[in-house]
């Protein structure tokens, strides 16, 4: 079975994806775009990582028999194209949990400690910080965070966050009478750290704006490792810049890649990474394992695992 592997992959990466017993993977970097229309000709699986699978890249795959998200946010996929063509599309719930969990906690502890500054100014030769700096030191035991969303990377960062002092409370669209829950408003309110771990849809996009951002708590901070088109980022430029919110960490944004140019970029109380929260080792292995299985069902007529459409 042809599968194309939308993805650069590492030689360790690229190794075990040319093992794969039964598969004919073909790696094409996102940024190889005659590469990848080449070899949509003859594919009939895509493993879907981040670059958007457009209408015309579905158009272009006469023989494709399956969309496989290599992780869980199917928003960069035209399910209405696929539709029209009856092409499942799957996706990995879960496969990701642990690592984009330990990314959210790695935000958190870097925006309370201002790593990335301590980081350059050691690299410079300044060994002790600044008075300010001192001033603006913080730690997670204590403080409580509100988790947007009741799924599984949520379940995996609630523990380890409770285990460290922190009081948590989560929202989701499901009302629990679990102590935890709470609307979404009375959350903003409550919360010094605020983590988002939603999908991005027509009902969620743009949902943290200047209206949510004012319903925070004066100096909260805001994590996003979930969709960068959940948060008005001038409306959270604007938070930060007046010292409503006192610092962000951002593994996505609206517009991938961000430009180097990109305004939160040159806040001293934003940690940005470039949409690698899930980017492990250990989660590919939970993927790898999926995705061929799901080759496997298609190849036998079976249901397929955590169909989406």
Not at 31 to 50: C, K, N
Not at 157 to 177: D, I, K, W
């Amino acid at each position: 079975m042809k599968v194309v592997f939308h993805y650069t992959a590492g030689p360790a990466l690229a190794a075990r994806l040319a093992a794969l017993p039964g598969l004919d993977v073909t790696i094409c970097p996102e940024a190889d775009d005659s590469g990848f229309a080449a070899a949509m000709t003859e594919a009939e699986v895509l493993w879907h990582v981040l670059k958007p699978c457009t209408a015309a890249v579905i158009a272009g795959a006469p023989k494709l028999r399956l969309i496989q998200k290599i992780g869980v946010g199917v928003n960069t996929i035209d399910l209405p194209a696929a539709a029209s063509r009856g092409i499942p599309v799957c996706n990995l719930p879960g496969s990701n949990a642990p690592a984009v969990a330990e990314m959210a906690l790695l935000l958190m502890l870097s925006v309370l400690r201002r790593l990335p500054q301590l980081d350059a100014g050691l690299r410079k030769g300044v060994w002790a910080s600044t008075p300010a700096a001192q001033d603006s030191f913080g730690e997670l035991g204590g403080k409580t965070v509100g988790l947007v969303g009741n799924g599984a990377v949520p379940h995996a960062l609630a523990p380890v966050l409770q285990a460290l002092g922190c009081t948590v409370l989560f929202h989701s669209r499901t009302v629990s009478a679990d102590p935890g829950y709470r609307r979404l408003d009375d959350l903003l309110a409550q919360s010094d750290i605020v983590s988002l771990h939603i999908p991005q849809t027509q009902a969620t996009a743009g949902m943290f704006a200047a209206q949510a951002f004012a319903r925070m708590k004066p100096g909260a901070i805001l994590i996003n490792t979930a969709r960068g088109g959940l948060v008005d980022e001038a409306a959270l430029l604007a938070a930060l810049q007046s010292g409503h919110l006192a610092g962000a960490g951002l593994d996505v944004f609206a517009t991938e890649p961000a430009p180097a140019d990109h305004p939160l970029f040159a806040r001293s109380n934003v940690v940005v990474v470039p949409h690698v929260a899930w980017l492990t080792s250990g989660t590919f292995d939970r993927s790898l394992v999926l995705a061929s299985e799901n080759c496997r069902r298609l190849l036998a007529g079976a249901d397929l695992l955590h169909r989406v459409q």
